[in-house]
Structures are given as structure tokens and as C-alpha cells.
């Protein structure tokens, strides 16, 4: 189904809590990106990465931390600091940010805080 | 920076009718053009793109069109089955970014 998985699927958080969820591909895509989808909505643009150490901020940073350490993984931080953060997140890769190519989705992870 | 419209947001067609959705692009450097359908609950999957030095695709019943004098775009979908319910969702690549419209919620009546 693409080889790019998300964990866990379902999560929950108490309200200052962080949490981390996982993103891995084994794709050998260069470009991994993080959206928030809220119900009825589009999809925005949390951070991206087009190669390893390097990440750049989306619309809608604020509230979130990412690190990419190794080419297969992106994880991405919900900290305290994001007031509104239940929603779906979806994680994508591409081949190569600079082209015309299509990105891929994993399977989505739905947060709910508590 | 890009800004994507898509237009309907809700989309009821008859089993077997046609389905169009349109979206307009502000950012004429854009050049990439996908549309993606989500069904409810599951990830976002490519459905057709096109690029920019094309101005028409087709894959069954499925095709996408594009006028860049007019920046706007649109997908048309013929002989319209139940499966074909979902969102939809149109993008734009703009600098290294896809930029996505809202969605169209394509609801088919039996």
C-alpha cells in the first residue's frame, strides 16, 4: 500500500501532554511532508523535509516539532504549545520535491485530546 | 504565495450522469496538477494529474483538463458508479509545495 506506514492509528492525549507520531517509508523517497486534516476540511501543510537534518516549516508550524535523522523517518511532535490539536495527520513522501511527483500517503493517525 | 478554489463543495449526481469539479490556481508558475480521492476514514490516493505543457488527460472514465491562460483546471468524471463516492481534492505545485483546495464531497444517487 505505497510503503509508507503511520503509528499508532488511534491516539489519545492529555492536554499538556506531548506526543509523537511515527512516519516510515520504505520508498527511498527523498521528500517526506506532514499534513493536519480537520473534519470537512483540506489538508494543511505542518512541515516538510526534502533531505536528511533539513526541514522546513508549513502553513500551520506553530504547536508541532519534526526531526529527520535518517531518510525513512519523519516523526512528528505535537507539543503543549499547539492549543487545537485533535485532528487527522496524514504523513507523504515523493520521490523528489523539485519534480512534478506524486506524493504518497500513509494511512493517517487520528488524535483526540482528552 | 499559491491559493487553490475548488468549486462545488458538494457534488450530488445521479448513477450514471457525469461529474465535474473545478478548481482555480492563483500562482502561473504553478505546473504540476493532481487530484486525489479520499474516501472516508482512509489516505488520500492519486487519481489523474496533469502537467503543465498538457492540456487535456484521459484515463477511463476519469479525465482532467487544464487551461493555464485561465489558471483553473477541472476533473470530470463520466458514467458516474456508487464507488465513485468520496472526496475529492485538487492541488497545485507551487515552489516545493502542493497546495490543496478544500475538497468536493461527490455524493452518487442511486
Known amino acids: 500500500d505505497g510503503g509508507i506506514t503511520q503509528s499508532p492509528k488511534y491516539l489519545f492525549r492529555k492536554e499538556g501532554q506531548n506526543v509523537t507520531l511515527s512516519c516510515e517509508q520504505n520508498?527511498?523517497?527523498?521528500?517526506m511532508y506532514w499534513y493536519r486534516q480537520d473534519p470537512g476540511q483540506g489538508l494543511r501543510l505542518i512541515y516538510y523535509?526534502?533531505?536528511?537534518?533539513?526541514?522546513q516549516k508549513g502553513d500551520i508550524a506553530e504547536g508541532y516539532s519534526v526531526s529527520r535523522e535518517k531518510k525513512e523517518s519523519f516523526p512528528l511532535t505535537v507539543t503543549s504549545a499547539q492549543k487545537n490539536p485533535t485532528a487527522f495527520y496524514l504523513c507523504?513522501?515523493?520521490?523528489?520535491?523539485?519534480?512534478?511527483?506524486?506524493?504518497?500517503f500513509g494511512p493517517g493517525t487520528r488524535l483526540t485530546v482528552l | 504565495g499559491e491559493n487553490v478554489e475548488q468549486h462545488p463543495s458538494t457534488l450530488s449526481v445521479q448513477e450514471g450522469d457525469s461529474a465535474v469539479i473545478k478548481c482555480t490556481y492563483s500562482?502561473?508558475?504553478?505546473?504540476?496538477f493532481p487530484w486525489y480521492k479520499q474516501e472516508l476514514g482512509k489516505r488520500p490516493q492519486l487519481i489523474i494529474d496533469?502537467?503543465?505543457n498538457v492540456g487535456e488527460k484521459k484515463d477511463q472514465r476519469i479525465a482532467v483538463t487544464l487551461n493555464k491562460t485561465a489558471k483553473h483546471f477541472s476533473l470530470h468524471i463520466t458514467e458516474t458508479q456508487p464507488e465513485d463516492s468520496a472526496v475529492y481534492f485538487c492541488?497545485?505545485?507551487?515552489?516545493?509545495?502542493?497546495?490543496w483546495g478544500a475538497g468536493t464531497k461527490l455524493i452518487i444517487k442511486p
Open positions: 496533469i502537467r503543465s
Open positions: 500562482d502561473s508558475a504553478s505546473n504540476y
Open positions: 520508498l527511498n523517497h527523498d521528500a
Open positions: 507523504a513522501s515523493s520521490p523528489a520535491e523539485y519534480g512534478n511527483n506524486e506524493q504518497f
Open positions: 492541488a497545485a505545485k507551487s515552489n516545493y509545495q502542493l497546495i
Open positions: 523535509s526534502q533531505i536528511v537534518n533539513d526541514f
